[in-house]
């Protein structure tokens, strides 16, 4: 895809750079190849997900991640409400609802200028009601990996939600219960396709149960 290549044919070197060049087209085109891809495979896809918050940050991708999201009935992450109405996309998390696209209710992310352990055991002891997503980047490195983040927070994250099993506490106390993706796609492919204006726990189902969505 021309638009999605910097002149020495690698991706852009930065995010800035590939908003500044992506087409729409060309975004459309190289994110279908990977469903399709995925799919042909054999890749039981859960749901439509974007590096670095790329397709979310400008609305001609965020419209194309809802109609993929909408074409091969699978959810996608929203930003939080906060960041969303920050960057002008207040209206995504309704439009994907009314379009019967589920998402998660609320996005907890890390928080690097606070302490890790501190942090996390906050945010999971306060989860409000509904579907959270937590998201966290573990990952065993030295040198190199702190070279290239300039933080420790991705080793801290490694050590509590593994070694430590801090998730795993957390959820047992406050009675959480753990899903991946999958729930969520398998009703949101119960639902009407358009104008279901629900919210990922909405009762209403449809008789369309079970429909194949390629």
Known sequence: MPSLCAPDGCMWRTGGEMLAHAQPEDVLAEARAQIERCLDVGVDATHLDCHMDMLLLDARFRAI??????????????????????????????????????????????????DTPVYWRDQLARLNPGVSLVYVHPAIG???????????????????????????????????????????????????????????????????????HR
């Open 65 to 114: 991640l809802l109609d993929l999201a909408e074409s091969y009935g699978l959810s996608t992450r929203v930003f939080q409400q906060s960041v969303g109405t920050n960057l002008g996309a207040d209206g995504y998390c309704a439009e994907a609802r009314g379009r019967g696209i589920l998402f998660p209710d609320e996005v907890v992310s890390p928080d690097p200028r606070v």
């Open 142 to 212: 030295g040198e190199e990996l702190l070279a290239i983040t300039g933080t420790s927070n991705r080793l801290e994250d490694y050590r509590l939600f593994g070694p430590d099993r801090l998730l795993e506490e957390a959820v047992q106390r406050g009675g959480a219960i753990l899903i991946g993706y999958r729930p969520l796609r398998e009703r949101q492919r119960r639902l009407p396709r358009a104008g279901a204006g629900c919210s990922a726990l909405s009762p209403r189902d449809s008789a369309n149960a079970g429909r194949r």
